[in-house]
């Protein structure tokens, strides 16, 4: 059974920093890609960054650049996701996703976490 | 980045009814537009890959098509447990957007 499970969350103060983690299982982890999506509390979905199988293609939200850094450590089958320079507008619940998308070019997000809270608060 | 906008924001409907939801993207995307079901408190469901295609497991009820930058998401015949948000997604550029959702609600 694929599994994807978010840790790291919790409240943070504007300008602090954290570190999302995402653990899979089930499923031949080297071989997808992930990617990390957020909803804001009554929101809609937003993309935020995915990371290719071998961490050779990375991308951002334009909202994340420089800020935040995904990277992948395929020998524990886990996603990171370091947020730093956090903004009020970051809270939101953060969900990881796999991606099939090197084994099937443009692929959805088949398989979801249950998401992990971020909240960033003074 | 590529829009997705997502007509109407919400809609109430009867279970039974036939519901059409619509999304355009900013530019061309092919066919690689994507359908999502989210329920409260809960994370998102596949259920519509490569515009038409459905996810292994989702009820035939569901149907999608389009091409280029208009698609439609359609639901044959509503059941209780469809009451939800829907959310289209493009997945031709390496920067998968959303469009902003659809709540369909009981009328």
């Known amino acids: 059974e694929v599994q994807l499970v978010e840790s790291g969350g919790g409240l943070v103060k504007p300008g602090g920093s954290l570190r999302l983690s995402c653990a899979a299982s089930?499923?031949?982890?080297?071989?997808?890609?992930i990617n990390w999506v957020r909803q804001a509390p009554g929101k809609g979905l937003e993309w935020v960054s995915s990371?290719?199988?071998?961490?050779?293609?990375?991308y951002y939200a334009d909202s994340v650049k420089g800020r935040f850094t995904v990277s992948r450590d395929n020998a524990k089958n886990s996603v990171f996701l370091l947020m730093n320079t956090l903004r009020a507008e970051d809270t939101a619940l953060y969900y990881c996703?796999?991606?099939?998308?090197?084994?099937?070019?443009?692929?959805?997000?088949?398989?979801w976490g249950q998401g992990t809270l971020v909240t960033v608060s003074s | 980045d590529i829009q997705m906008t997502q007509s109407p924001s919400s809609l109430s409907a009867s279970v039974g009814d036939r519901v059409t939801i619509t999304c355009r993207a900013s530019?061309?995307?092919?066919?690689?537009l994507n359908w999502y079901q989210q329920k409260p408190g809960k994370a998102p469901k596949l259920l519509i890959y490569?515009?038409?295609s459905l996810q292994s497991g989702v009820p035939s009820r569901f149907s999608g098509s389009g091409s280029g930058t208009d698609f439609t998401l359609t639901i044959s015949s509503l059941q209780p447990e469809d009451f939800a948000t829907y959310y289209c997604?493009?997945?031709?550029?390496?920067?998968?957007?959303f469009g902003q959702g659809t709540k369909v609600e009981m009328k």
């Open positions: 490569s515009a038409s």
């Open positions: 996703a796999r991606d099939p998308s090197t084994v099937l070019p443009a692929a959805p997000l088949d398989y």
């Open positions: 990371i290719s199988s071998s961490s050779t293609y990375i």
């Open positions: 997604q493009q997945s031709y550029s390496t920067r998968k957007t």
């Open positions: 089930g499923f031949t982890f080297s071989s997808y890609s």
């Open positions: 530019r061309s995307i092919t066919s690689y």
